[in-house]
């Protein structure tokens, strides 16, 4: 994003102005701001200068505007119907007082998914947030027996009436411990990985079924060697040599090497898919699961992720 240098302007200058602007004359604005004739004339001379613009001439008993000050008039306009779009969201984000968020997450979504909460917690703090953490198969059904009314999962299952809202990047990437010698290659073949030991999620896992498909849509049929029930007792399997695994990138530190692993640059890797927030079509929303999604989506749609982090991390 292009950083954004601060206006040369003051909030109170542009609201004077705008009125001199529109009532055609400082005394008139005087009078409609209750301020003195001399306070909106000098407010108008510092924006003047602090612009280098000249912004309105006199003109008979009043004011006539410049080329730049009718500019000028039309940003105010824009800036204070903005500002007052504002005001009427805060409003409506008060009108929220109480309510519950109920929300499952899958396992792979815990490592993000409180920076996720946390904008709407605190926008909303009269609402109880309940989390639950599970698997892809418990959390499809938690959501089937209607205990939550949105969770945050990959692969939203088709055998329910689902909204899906894809928010976010989720690369699933193959992991080694750091000092593997393939840690140091710039590419190593599918058909190497083959061959590997692989270490995988529990039957249930949205992970385990990714990764499963994908290498069957290629033909690979991978040696599972070890099964285990969490993302971090298979980081802790892969940092002592167990064997290598297909985990998301959200799984791991920005450097993941602090934790003993490396992520591996097996061709075809990552394997792209998205997190997706989702919720049942023939079900009356909650207000708090309304205003849940609606916050998701208008992160979606911004540059910026529900967790605060790049689109895409590596
Ligand atoms: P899981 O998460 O492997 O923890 O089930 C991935 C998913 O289902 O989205």
Redesign the pocket.
């Known amino acids: 994003m292009i950083p954004i240098r601060p206006p040369r302007a003051t909030f109170n200058q542009l609201r004077t102005f705008e009125a001199v602007a529109r009532l055609g004359g400082m005394s008139r604005a005087a009078f409609e701001l209750h301020l003195s004739q001399p306070t909106v004339s000098a407010q108008i001379r510092e924006l003047s200068s602090s612009l280098g613009l000249e912004l309105v001439v006199s003109s008979g008993r009043g004011v006539r505007l410049t080329e730049e000050g009718r500019a000028l008039q039309a940003v105010a306009r824009d800036l204070f119907e903005r500002w007052h779009q504002f005001e009427e969201t805060v409003d409506s984000l008060r009108g929220l007082h109480r309510g519950v968020l109920r929300i499952a997450g ?4 815990e490592y993000f998914i409180a920076r996720m909460l946390k904008p709407f917690a605190v926008s909303y703090p009269g609402v109880r947030i309940d989390l639950s953490v599970e ?2 198969d418990r959390v499809i059904e938690r959501i089937s027996r209607e205990l939550d009314d949105v969770a945050v ?3 939203p299952p088709s055998q329910l009436p689902l909204e899906c809202l894809p928010f976010m990047d989720n690369p699933l990437v193959v992991i080694g411990p750091v000092g593997h010698p393939w840690a140091t290659r710039r590419r190593i073949a599918l058909a190497e990985l083959a061959l590997e030991s692989l270490l995988m ?1 529990e039957p ?5 079924q990714a990764a499963l498909e994908w290498f069957e849509q290629r033909g690979i049929q991978p040696d599972i060697r070890m099964t285990l029930g969490s ?1 971090e007792a298979i980081k802790h399997a892969v940092a002592a040599g167990l064997g290598l695994a297909v985990l ?1 990138r959200h799984t791991l530190a920005d450097e993941p090497q602090h934790e003993g692993l490396a992520v591996l640059a097996v061709a075809g890797f990552p394997i792209r898919r998205q997190w997706q927030l989702v919720w049942r079509r023939d079900r009356p929303l909650p207000r708090a699961a309304a205003a849940f999604i609606d916050y998701v989506r208008q992160a979606a749609i911004t540059s910026r992720t529900p967790d605060g982090a790049p689109r895409s991390r590596r």
Not at 204 to 208: E, V
């Open positions: 899958v396992t792979t979504a698997n892809r999962m990959m692969l999620r249930g896992s949205g992970t385990r993302n998301s």
